[in-house]
Each structure stands twice: as structure tokens, then as C-alpha cells.
């Protein structure tokens, strides 16, 4: 069964495929190394990897709001414990999927947001992003980061990270670091998701599928749930892990993704229905 999945967003991707296919070998990698430890190990290491590449809307890549500033969204959850840490609007940090879990591990909140999320992110071991780190990303490419894992313990874990929409409006969160909309997982699946936030937000997208899986398994649950984004309006995709494998439900031109098959062997897709590539 797979254990560890990945993607880069969903929409048009405007970078060359070679590097993008070379970023998601890069984390998935990463995430499989980390998996020997914890499925949310595998989770972060994977998403720091795609946040420091520059190529995607997370990290050192996002883009740009409409007064020019670059705010960054993360969240995290373990699915045994239910445990969860969000960030949202930080300035300051290199990987918020750290800052998110360092909420998650040291403090009793689950969302802290703005200057304050970035000042308890640095206090409690979080990089800060160095001067001139964020690259001037203009394009509006889509780019959301997303991992899943079940680790050898049979632990579910999901985290998402985000520089939202180009040209957003300060102060705008998206789904991404919203638990139950863009990041879930419970004792039994896992769900990233990426897309135009506001719509999955108005769907509780990850919960959705999550409630609706043991009814209609985790492949028909997901494809319901990214039709009725579709149904308000919306497009996206996500990456859903369960015990049963994996389902990438998609409704948009590209999402890359990656992941471990169950012999181990490393996969990626771009394009909706193309065949996948073996990595490495």
C-alpha cells in the first residue's frame, strides 16, 4: 500500500517539467527517509524540500499579495491523536510547515496567525527566512504543497503549505491551513488538498471525504467531494491516503504529484490522465 504522497498544486504549472519532476523526486525522497520515523516526519521533511525549491506557491516561491507582501499559510495533523497546528499570515520563517508543527508540539493552540505566529515560530527553533529569501514571483502560477503518510505504525499524517492566491487581499487565508478543509487525517486516512481555498473551505473538503469514505470508500468519496467544488464554482484537486491506497480526485489542467507505490517504487504524474513516470 502507499505510504507517502505528495503534490505541488493544482492549476497551470508555467515551470519546465524536468525541474518540477526533480523537485518531487527530491521530497519524496526526503519523505520516504523520514518515514522510518514518524508519518508527520515524512510529511515535513517532504514539504520543507518544496517550500525551499522556489518552483512552487509555498515557501520561498509564493507569490505575491496585492500590496506586494508575501504572508504564508501552513497546517499539520496527526490522525491517531487528532492533534493539529496551523499557521497563517507569517512573514518571517523559511519553512511555515515547521512553524506549523512547532505549534502543534509547543504550545496548547492549534492556529496562531500574523506577527505573532512568526515571533513563537522563531522562539521555538523555527528558521528565519534570510533577506531577499522569497523570490519576486509575479506569475501567479498555482503551487500549494501537500504531503500524506501512514508510517509503520499505521499512523495517518497531513500537512499543506501555501502562499495563497497572487494578488489576495492582506489579511486572506485559504483552505490550506484550515483543518478539515485543505488538511485532515484521522485514525484511518489522510487528505491534502489544493485549489481556489475559498470554495473548499464552503465544502469542509478533507473532512468531507473522511466522513464520507467508510460509506463509499476513499476513490468514489474523494471524486464526490471535488465535484461539488466544481458544483460552487471551484476547481482543485487533492491527495487522499487511506489503508486501502491512495485516489488523486483532479479538476484542473495540472496537479504534480508523487508517490510510493506498493513495492516501493517512485512515481509522478502532471497531467490529469497521464500515464505516471518512474523517479530515480
Do not use: Y
Not at 496551523?86 to 492549534?110: Q, Y
Not at 500574523?114 to 501567479?140: C, E, K, M, V
Request: net charge negative; with cysteine; charged share 20%.
Amino acid at each position: 500500500m502507499t505510504q507517502l504522497a505528495l503534490h505541488a498544486g493544482a492549476g497551470t504549472h508555467t515551470r519546465p517539467r524536468a525541474d518540477i519532476l526533480a523537485a518531487l523526486a527530491e521530497a519524496l525522497a526526503a519523505g520516504r527517509s523520514a518515514l522510518a520515523d514518524t508519518a508527520l516526519d515524512a510529511c515535513v521533511a517532504a514539504l520543507r524540500v518544496l517550500e525551499d525549491c522556489g518552483l512552487f506557491d509555498a515557501g520561498r516561491g509564493s507569490v505575491r499579495d496585492a500590496l506586494g507582501g508575501v504572508t504564508l499559510d501552513a497546517a499539520v495533523m496527526t490522525g491517531a491523536d487528532r492533534r493539529a497546528g496551523a499557521v497563517a499570515g507569517l512573514r518571517h520563517c523559511r519553512n511555515p510547515v515547521h512553524a506549523a508543527r512547532l505549534v502543534m508540539d509547543e504550545s496548547p493552540h492549534v492556529f496562531l496567525v500574523g506577527s505573532d505566529a512568526d515571533a513563537f515560530a522563531l522562539a521555538h527553533g523555527a528558521q528565519a527566512a534570510p533577506r531577499d529569501w522569497f523570490i519576486a514571483n509575479t506569475s501567479g502560477h498555482p503551487g500549494t504543497v501537500g504531503a500524506v503518510a501512514r508510517d509503520a505504525a499505521g499512523r495517518f499524517a497531513a500537512a499543506t503549505s501555501t502562499g495563497g492566491l497572487s494578488g489576495k487581499l492582506p489579511g486572506r487565508v485559504g483552505d490550506s491551513a484550515l483543518i478539515g478543509c485543505g488538511t485532515w487525517a484521522d485514525a484511518d486516512c489522510a487528505i491534502s488538498a489544493t485549489g481556489i481555498g475559498e470554495i473548499f473551505i464552503r465544502c469542509a473538503f478533507a473532512h468531507r471525504i473522511a466522513m464520507h469514505r467508510d460509506v463509499l470508500g476513499l476513490g468514489p468519496a474523494a471524486e464526490e467531494a471535488i465535484n461539488a467544488v466544481v458544483a460552487l464554482g471551484g476547481e482543485g484537486g487533492a491527495i487522499t491516503l487511506d489503508r486501502s491506497g491512495h485516489a488523486f480526485p483532479l479538476r484542473a489542467k495540472m496537479m504534480p504529484r508523487a508517490w510510493i507505490d506498493d513495492e516501493g517504487r517512485a512515481w509522478a504524474a502532471i497531467l490529469p490522465d497521464e500515464e505516471p513516470v518512474a523517479l530515480g
